[in-house]
C-alpha cells in the first residue's frame, strides 16, 4: 500500500514538472514552438482525472490559472472547451493560494482572446463573477487595480445584467469588499481616472460611501497631489508639451495661444506616434479625468460637513498668567462628535497641495471654508504648516472678509498662524516628500521671507502673543531651526570657499592670457602681430571684463566668508551678497568664453597649427558644464530673492501725470 502511494506522488510530480515545463516560454518563443507546448499541455492534462484544473505548484495554481498568468489564452480557450459540464462547478472551488479563480487571473489581461476567454467563462460559469478572493475582492477589482479598460467595461456590463437578472442580488457584493473599500476607492488610489469617473456615473450611491477608516473618495482624491497638475513638476521641454497636447480629436482648448493650438491640431492630426508625446497626452488626460472627478465628488460627497466645533474665545496670551488661563478653558471645550472622520476634504487638499480641490470646494461650498480639524487649525493654518503658499494666496483673494479672521485664529497649542511657521514641513508626515529638496542657505531665507510676510499681513496683537510653552513666534522659529541654521552656515561657507578657489584660477588664467596675447609680439617692435585685427580689440576687453569681475567676486566671497552669519543675515543680507557673487562669476566665466571664442577665430585666421585650436576648443567645455551646473541653483536663488524684488518694486517711486493740487496759503498758516 505504502509502494503505491508513493508510486503516486512520483507520477505526479513527474507530471507537475513536465506542465510547468510545457506552460513557460521564452520572450522569443516562436509560433511554432508555442504550438507544440500547447499541445503538450493539453495531452498532459488527459492523463489526470482532474484535466485542466489540475494543481500545478505549491501555490494551488491549477493548469487553466497558469495559462490565464502567461497569457497563453488560446491554450485556455482550448482548455476551458475540452472541460465537460460536469466539472464546471470546480471553477468556483478551485483556487489558488490567494483565493483567486481563474477569472481573478484573466482579468488581469486586456489580451483579445482574454476577452474572448472570459466571455466563454461568463456563458458557462455565471456565478463566477461572484466569487472573492482572500482580500474579499471580485474579478472587478483586478481589472481595475492592472488597469485593464476592456476587461473593466466587460465586467462591469456583466455585473449590471447579473443584478437585473437576478433580483436579490445585491451591486455591492461585486464593487465592496468586506472592509468597506469599494471600487471607486480602488481606482482612485491605483490612478485609474477614467474608470472612477464610469464607475461614479454608473453607481453614484458610492461616491459617499467611507471604508472602514472612515475615508470617502473625495478625502483620498484630496490627499493625492500628483493627480493634479499642480502637484507635477516638469522640465522646459515637457511644460511646453504638455500645454500644446490635445487629449481630445477636437484639439487643443482653453486659454491658450494660436502657435500652440496650431501646433497641438498638427500633432493631433499626425500619422507619426512619438513614445514622450504619447506619455504627456495620458498624463494630461489623467489630470483632466480627476479634476472631473473631483467635480463630481464634491457634489455628492458629504464628508466635508464632518467638522470640530470651534474653541471658546481665546485671549491672545503675552505673558504666562494668561497662558494658564487659557489653558483652563480648553478642558472645558466640547469637540464634535464627528472626530471619526478625520479631517474634511478642504483640509486635506489644502495639506497636500491641491488647489483645484481647494478651489472646487470653494465655489462649491464657501462655507467649508471655517471648518477645523481636530487640532482646531483652519484652512490657513493648514496651508501655512506645509508650505502651500499658492493656497494660502488663493483663500486671501477670493475670501478677503473670511481670511481676517482666520488668521486670527489660535489651535489647541495657543499657537497663532505665525507660530506654525516654525513647524518644519519636513516633520509633518508623508506629503513632504512632494517637496523639492534645496539648499539650507535658500530655505532658511525663505523661510525667514514667509514669517516677515505673515507679519505684515497679521494684526499686530499677534507679534507678541504667546503659546503654551511661554514663546513668541520668533523665539519659536528660533528655536526650531536652530539646526537648519547651524547647517546653512556650513554650507554657505564652504560654497564660499570653493567658489573663491574657483575664481582665483579663473583670474590667474586671465590674467596669463593677457601676457600672452595670440599670434604672439613682433620681434622687431614687441607689439602684438595681430594689434590691428577687430577681434584682438574684442579679446582684450573681454580678458580685462573677465579679470575684473572675478577680482570683485573675490572681494564679495570673503565679505561671506567674514559674516557673522546671524539669523536675520540669512534672510536678506547673505542671499543678496551670494547672488551677487555668482552673477559676477557668471560674467566672469561669460567674458572668458569670449575671450577664448575671439582667440580661436585669429589663431584660425593666422593659420597657427591646429593643435592650438583643438587645445583651447576643449578648454571651452569645463566653462560650459561649470556654467550649466549652477544655472539651477542660481534660478533658486533669485526665486528665493522674489519676495524682496517685489518689495522694492513697490517702493519705487511711480510718476504722476496728474497737476500737484494748490493750497490756499492762508489755510496753512491757520492750520
Not at 493648514?382 to 472678509?401: G, K
Not at 486670527?408 to 513632504?432: M, T, W, Y
Request: hydrophobic share 40%.
Amino acid at each position: 500500500m505504502a509502494n503505491y502511494q508513493t508510486t503516486d506522488v512520483n507520477d505526479d510530480f513527474t507530471l507537475r514538472t513536465k506542465l510547468n515545463r510545457a506552460l513557460s516560454h521564452t520572450k522569443n518563443e516562436d509560433i511554432e514552438t508555442r504550438r507544440k507546448k500547447n499541445e503538450d499541455v493539453k495531452k498532459l492534462c488527459k492523463e489526470t482525472e482532474l484535466g485542466p484544473l489540475f494543481v500545478c505548484n505549491i501555490q494551488n495554481n491549477t493548469v487553466l490559472h497558469l495559462a490565464c498568468y502567461f497569457k497563453n489564452f488560446e491554450l485556455a480557450n482550448d482548455l476551458l472547451d475540452s472541460m465537460p459540464e460536469s466539472s464546471l462547478d470546480l471553477l468556483l472551488v478551485k483556487r489558488n493560494a490567494w483565493g483567486s479563480t481563474v477569472l481573478h487571473d484573466a482579468s488581469t489581461s486586456k489580451h483579445e482572446l482574454g476577452v474572448v476567454f472570459l466571455k466563454k467563462l461568463f456563458h458557462r460559469v455565471p456565478t463566477l463573477l461572484a466569487q472573492r478572493t482572500n482580500m474579499g475582492e471580485t474579478a472587478l477589482f483586478q481589472a481595475i487595480r492592472y488597469g485593464k479598460r476592456n476587461v473593466y467595461k466587460l465586467l462591469i456590463e456583466e455585473v449590471r445584467k447579473l443584478c437585473n437578472i437576478y433580483t436579490g442580488h445585491d451591486y455591492l457584493h461585486y464593487l465592496r469588499r468586506e472592509d468597506h473599500t469599494n471600487v471607486l476607492h480602488l481606482a482612485i488610489l491605483t490612478r485609474r481616472f477614467d474608470m472612477a469617473l464610469d464607475i461614479a456615473d454608473k453607481y453614484p450611491d458610492l461616491c459617499d460611501q467611507p471604508t472602514y477608516l472612515k475615508t470617502t473618495a473625495l478625502q483620498m482624491l484630496a490627499g493625492s497631489p500628483t493627480a493634479f497638475r499642480s502637484g507635477v513638476t516638469f522640465g522646459c521641454l515637457v511644460d511646453f508639451g504638455y500645454n500644446i497636447v490635445p487629449t481630445s480629436e477636437q484639439g487643443t482648448h482653453g486659454e491658450v495661444g494660436i502657435i500652440k493650438k496650431c501646433m497641438g491640431f498638427m500633432l493631433n492630426r499626425s500619422c507619426c506616434k512619438f513614445p514622450m508625446i504619447e506619455k504627456v497626452r495620458e498624463m494630461k488626460k489623467g489630470h483632466e479625468d480627476a479634476l472631473e472627478l473631483a467635480k463630481i465628488l464634491i457634489r455628492r460627497d458629504k464628508s466635508w460637513e464632518h467638522t470640530q466645533l470651534p474653541r471658546a474665545a481665546v485671549t491672545p496670551a503675552t505673558n504666562i498668567q494668561n497662558n494658564v488661563n487659557n489653558e483652563i478653558a480648553s478642558q472645558t471645550i466640547v469637540i464634535s462628535d464627528d472626530h471619526r472622520w478625520g479631517e474634511t476634504p478642504l483640509l486635506l487638499a489644502a495639506r497636500s497641495g491641491c488647489i483645484e480641490v481647494v478651489r472646487e470646494i470653494l465655489e462649491m461650498y464657501p462655507e467649508a471654508v471655517d471648518h477645523l480639524n481636530e487640532n482646531q487649525e483652519n484652512v490657513l493654518h493648514v496651508a501655512i504648516m506645509n508650505r502651500n503658499i499658492d493656497i494660502f494666496d488663493l483663500i486671501r483673494e477670493t475670501r478677503p472678509s473670511t481670511s481676517r479672521g482666520l488668521l486670527r485664529a489660535i489651535n489647541k497649542q495657543d499657537n497663532s498662524i505665525l507660530h506654525l511657521v516654525g513647524c518644519k514641513p519636513a516633520n509633518l508626515g508623508e506629503f513632504s516628500d512632494y517637496r523639492e529638496m534645496k539648499s539650507p542657505a535658500v530655505q532658511l531665507s525663505e523661510e525667514l521671507t514667509l514669517l516677515e510676510k505673515l507679519e505684515n499681513i497679521c494684526p499686530e496683537f499677534l507679534k507678541n502673543h504667546r503659546n503654551r510653552d511661554n514663546l513668541t513666534a520668533r523665539e519659536l522659529f528660533a528655536k526650531a531651526n536652530n539646526d537648519l541654521h547651524d547647517r546653512a552656515k556650513t554650507w554657505l561657507k564652504s560654497t564660499a570657499e570653493n567658489c573663491t578657489v574657483v575664481i582665483i584660477l579663473m583670474t590667474t588664467v586671465a590674467f596669463a592670457a593677457a601676457y600672452t596675447v595670440p599670434g604672439g609680439p613682433d620681434d622687431r617692435t614687441g607689439l602684438p602681430i595681430l594689434l590691428g585685427q577687430p577681434l584682438f580689440i574684442v579679446f582684450t576687453i573681454t580678458d580685462v571684463l573677465s579679470l575684473g569681475f572675478g577680482l570683485t567676486a573675490v572681494v564679495v566671497f570673503l565679505t561671506i566668508l567674514t559674516s557673522p552669519y546671524r539669523m536675520k543675515d540669512f534672510q536678506r543680507s547673505l542671499p543678496q551678497k551670494l547672488l551677487l557673487g555668482f552673477t559676477l562669476l557668471f560674467l566672469s566665466v561669460s567674458m572668458m568664453m569670449v575671450a577664448f571664442a575671439a582667440t580661436i577665430v585669429l589663431t584660425i585666421n593666422a593659420r597657427q597649427r591646429w593643435t592650438k585650436i583643438t587645445l583651447y576648443i576643449v578648454a571651452i567645455f569645463p566653462v560650459l558644464i561649470f556654467m550649466l551646473s549652477y544655472i539651477p541653483f542660481y534660478k533658486e536663488l533669485i526665486g528665493a530673492l522674489s519676495y524682496w524684488l517685489k518689495k522694492i518694486h513697490s517702493s519705487l517711486p511711480r510718476i504722476s501725470c496728474r497737476a500737484p493740487k494748490h493750497t490756499d496759503p492762508t489755510l496753512s498758516k491757520s492750520v
